[in-house]
């Protein structure tokens, strides 16, 4: 599935929203990606996860590892395109977490997928738990990665579908605030700190 075809999935979905959002990393943004609206349709949903799971050979792979919430599903998607478990992190009480009776063996090659990458904050906390439980984070894939530019949000190597450079800024330099016309939203999984 070409990028184009990717935009056109969120535009048709009315996923690609246009305002003054508060993105899960606290920066804010005049754009979103709400793939919570693409991903609701286990058709889309399908796609995206069997095309993510063509970037890597499923025998390199013990499991497969998203970070609540937004990763849930298309993780769970890959993971059956790939034919291995699914587990996920959560957070509770604002710590990313291994909850639900999940375990994760020694030295569990692991697939981290997540639906949206901005700062990668999200998916560095999930790999760390998987560390903490023994596992042995391999690759990250993304639907769509909002700054591709930043290279260096991980020490492993990444694959995503769409790469879209999005304008984000610090809420203190924030010129839509500072614009006062639009009030900010959280349309996101996760609350701003």
């Known amino acids: 599935m070409a990028q184009p075809s990717i935009i056109n999935l969120y535009r048709e979905s009315g996923a690609l929203l246009e305002g003054h959002f508060i993105l899960s990393s606290g920066r804010h943004s005049a754009n979103y990606l709400q793939s919570a609206l693409v991903l609701a349709d286990p058709q889309r949903a399908e796609a995206l996860g069997q095309q993510l799971a063509t970037k890597v050979d499923a025998k390199d792979y013990d499991l497969v590892v998203s970070p609540a919430l937004g ?33 994760i063996s020694a030295n569990a090659r692991v697939l981290v997928v997540e639906d949206v ?77």
Do not use: W
């Open 71 to 103: 990763g849930l599903i298309i993780g769970h998607e890959v993971a059956r395109a790939l034919q291995r478990p699914f587990l996920f992190t959560e957070r509770k009480e604002g710590e990313m977490q291994l909850r639900r009776g999940f375990t």
């Open 117 to 193: 990458i901005t700062t990668g904050g999200s998916v560095c906390e999930c790999m760390a738990v998987v560390r903490e439980h023994g596992g042995l984070p391999k690759m990250v894939l993304a639907v769509v990665d909002r700054s591709p530019d930043s290279d260096d949000r991980f020490e492993l190597p990444y694959h995503t579908l769409l790469a879209m450079n999005v304008e984000t800024f610090a809420a203190d330099t924030c010129p839509l605030c500072a614009q006062g016309t639009l009030p900010a939203i959280k349309p996101g999984s996760r609350g701003a700190a």
